[in-house]
């Protein structure tokens, strides 16, 4: 079995909020002129992350199924006209990167998780596995639009981040467990935000071959 303890945790999950409405309720987290090139996904990541403690000798694990979808929709939305600013803001780096790079922090390692069922799965046991006493895992999604008929973006915005550490230390949030199974089936990243931003517990497949327990304390 594999073990961490949830230290600290911070979540945003915009709703309804509008793109527009999202950015200005965040840029305020960020040097002036950061956000102008920033995406969606970046700022809400680099806004989270902001408030977890970063060391910079840590592993930082980022989970995202579609990352940039909506910068490179809106791209592609400016043809024939095209934007270079939509254009360099759809090849930026990932909403991670963009946070750290945005915020001048700096960590040990960074492994970047992206797409498929197995994502949350693959990240959680990235940081458990971590060789380090404490590891940070980050992730989240922006919701497209005309993308979603075919299924290439996320259909809701949200992101989080969290510090795990192998000690539950005096007053841990919560803890999580990885055990072993013969099993198959996955848990999706939206139903992941869920169980961390409404602290539900679970106890299920979160992989092909991993079944997950979290504890709330």
Do not use: C, N
């Amino acid at each position: 079995m594999l073990e961490r303890f949830i230290q600290e945790l911070r979540t945003d999950d915009p709703g309804a909020e509008t793109p527009a409405v999202t950015r200005e309720r965040l840029k305020g987290r960020f040097a002036p002129g950061t956000t102008r090139r920033m995406t969606l996904l970046g700022m809400l990541v680099g806004a989270v992350l902001g408030d977890v403690t970063l060391s910079g000798e840590e592993t930082l694990v980022y989970a995202s199924t579609f990352g940039e979808g909506r910068a490179l929709e809106d791209y592609l939305a400016s043809f024939p006209a095209a934007s270079p600013t939509l254009f360099q803001t759809s090849v930026h780096p990932s909403g991670v990167q963009q946070g750290l790079i945005g915020r001048q922090r700096s960590v040990k390692e960074l492994f970047p998780h992206a797409g498929g069922g197995q994502l949350v799965v693959q990240a959680l046991l990235t940081a458990m596995l971590a060789p380090g006493p404490d590891a940070v895992l980050t992730g989240g999604e922006e919701r497209g639009t005309w993308l979603m008929e075919t299924g290439a973006v996320s259909d809701r915005t949200f992101a989080y981040a969290m510090r795990l550490s192998r000690e539950p230390g005096p007053r841990p949030l919560g803890r999580l467990e990885l055990t072993q199974e013969v099993s198959t089936g996955s848990l999706a990243h939206p139903a992941w935000f869920e169980r961390l931003h409404g602290r539900q517990p679970f106890d299920g497949t979160a992989g092909d071959g991993w079944r997950l327990k979290l504890i709330w304390l």
